[in-house]
């Protein structure tokens, strides 16, 4: 069986949330639970003080990258590229999977849970997200660089411990939430290590051994 071809998204770890942010912010204005709710932004900014002004962050979805993690399995492969007909070395590419959390800070509990059930509900239908099968506004330099991307998003679980870490490193107090994998993304800088000349011609001249 031919093994597909995956595309993994380069350098886009900002570029893969605002799609999401995005994608997801359209399906919960098209399911009536509110315009625009859906923002990039950590929510240890609203936990640290809620006391404190943080209008920005009131009645939305917080989107934030919680950690990353490395794709250890892809990492001793040999990165060697052609640039005009010669070989380059480079260092690999640093793989890595994205564990997003989605926090509902509605402005009512119930609201918080219709939008947290609707998020899941999202991602149930589409979890592949390529250059294909997303459209996404270009309105910015940085969004309108993307090209070809490929990845997915995986409900991920934590235990109870790993929930209690989550919520005491952002400030102790818990909202409605879900934790997502985001796999797989390639972040690479343009280094050269070496460059070669390329292979012009193989010698069939064999001298014998006595």
Not at 42 to 63: G, M, Q, R, W
Not at 120 to 145: E, L
Request: net charge neutral.
């Amino acid at each position: 069986m031919k093994r597909q071809k995956i595309l993994f998204s380069t350098n886009m770890l900002y570029e893969a949330l605002e799609i999401v942010r995005e994608q997801l912010s359209e399906y919960l204005n098209d399911t009536g639970l509110g315009s625009n709710i859906v923002i990039l932004d950590s929510i240890a900014h609203f936990v640290d003080n809620p006391n404190k002004d943080n209008e920005a962050l009131d009645n939305k979805v917080i989107v934030s990258l919680l950690s990353l993690q490395e794709e250890t399995s892809l990492k001793n492969q040999r990165n060697m590229k052609f640039r005009d007909g010669n070989p380059v070395y480079l260092n690999n590419p640093v793989n890595v999977h994205a564990y997003i959390l989605f926090t509902c800070n509605r402005s009512d509990y119930d609201f918080s849970l219709r939008s947290l059930s609707a998020l899941i509900a999202f991602f149930q239908g589409k979890r592949i997200f390529n250059h294909k099968n997303t459209v996404f506004s270009r309105n910015t330099q940085v969004m309108r660089d993307v090209k070809e991307f490929y990845f997915t998003l995986d409900l991920y679980t934590p235990t109870f411990e790993e929930l209690n870490y989550i919520w005491s490193m952002h400030g102790g107090k818990a909202y409605p939430a879900a934790l997502y994998k985001l796999n797989l993304l390639s972040l690479e800088r343009d280094h050269l290590l070496d460059q070669g000349a390329p292979l012009s011609h193989v010698s069939t001249q064999y001298k014998n051994i006595n």
